[in-house]
């Protein structure tokens, strides 16, 4: 044992020797494909090994995860795991890989606000409105997301669960087509990540009733939390970030950490993620492992309220 204690130490003192890959398990020019690519450039420089983002999409994130879960645990192969992943962990729960069992934490690296936007012609002028309505009408507002079990989604049963009330559900593929029916009137409002919601809101085509962030966000200093607004407790972001195969050194997790953490508070990066909606998020390997066990038990609780179907 000292001695394969003695031959990590060693691996990780030389590490890396070659090029990092970082599998992304969506398709190039999404919001978690751009964050990553904004935050491995200086990841690199301080590894001093280039750093590859490999594209693996496919089964909502499902494809790359598989792949990143069967590499070898050396520290050259890491996931860019996203909310997605730990909501899957029960939408299907017969999956090769456990988020979890088959994963080790090495830091998030960015929250993607979902912020609660509504078309600009209704009357309410707050979540407290909105709430009111809504109880004395149920089902009578339609909500939008980027599909059925997928984060936004989440976010407004979240809300319905909390605040006791129906809201009636339109699914779409992507985020993208869901705004554009919101502006089209078909639907009166979409929980919205930020990418998706804060170009509408600034040109006055939605209106912004309240934030998911448990604080309010540097992205937008002046909108309430949606906590703050009226639902105690409420929180609910997108995010994104980094876990490694189960069984990589601890010294290597230590050094990747590290070198992310740096890259995430360095002023440019910074400025480039919030362009793009998201806020860094630097922090521990055992506090994202946290986050990550928080977020699998949280949303598989609003699964089993609101009977979202498991997916086959």
């Not at 990553?36 to 200086?42: S, Y």
């Not at 707050?126 to 004395?136: E, G, H, N």
Request: charged share 15%.
């Amino acid at each position: 044992l000292a001695a394969a204690g003695r031959l990590t130490l060693a691996a990780a003192d030389s590490y890396p020797a070659k090029a990092v890959t970082v599998i992304v398990a969506y398709p190039p020019g999404g919001r978690n494909d751009v964050a990553a690519r904004l935050v491995m450039q200086p990841l690199a420089a301080y590894l001093s090994q280039p750093v590859v983002v490999e594209n693996r999409a496919g089964a909502g994130g499902i494809i790359g995860a598989q792949v990143a879960a069967k590499a070898a645990p050396d520290g050259y192969t890491f996931l860019l795991a996203a909310i997605n992943h730990s909501i899957l962990t029960t939408l299907k729960p017969n999956m090769q890989y456990d988020l979890e069992r088959d994963f080790v934490p090495v830091g998030m690296v960015a929250a993607f606000p979902i912020i609660l936007v509504i078309d600009p012609s209704l009357p309410f002028k707050s979540v407290q409105d909105l709430i009111a309505y809504a109880k004395a009408n149920p089902n009578k507002l339609s909500y939008g997301s980027s599909g059925s079990g997928g984060g936004t989604h989440l976010a407004a049963e979240l809300f319905c669960s909390m605040t006791g009330i129906k809201m009636l559900h339109v699914p779409y593929k992507g985020s993208a087509p869901a705004m554009t029916d919101l502006l089209g009137g078909h639907i009166q409002l979409m929980f919205a990540d930020s990418p998706s919601a804060m170009p509408q809101i600034k040109k006055d085509k939605v209106r912004a009733l309240g934030i998911s962030a448990r604080q309010r966000s540097v992205l937008m200093p002046e909108l309430p939390t949606i906590a703050e607004a009226g639902v105690p407790g409420y929180e609910s972001n997108s995010w994104v970030g980094i876990v490694a195969p189960a069984g990589t050194p601890g010294p290597i997790i230590a050094k990747v950490n590290a070198d992310l953490v740096k890259s995430l508070n360095d002023p440019t990066v910074k400025a480039k993620l919030l362009e793009v909606g998201g806020e860094p998020m630097p922090g521990t390997p055992d506090q994202f492992g946290k986050f990550i066990h928080s977020e699998t038990v949280k949303w598989a609780k609003i699964i089993k309220e609101a009977n979202i179907p498991m997916l086959d």
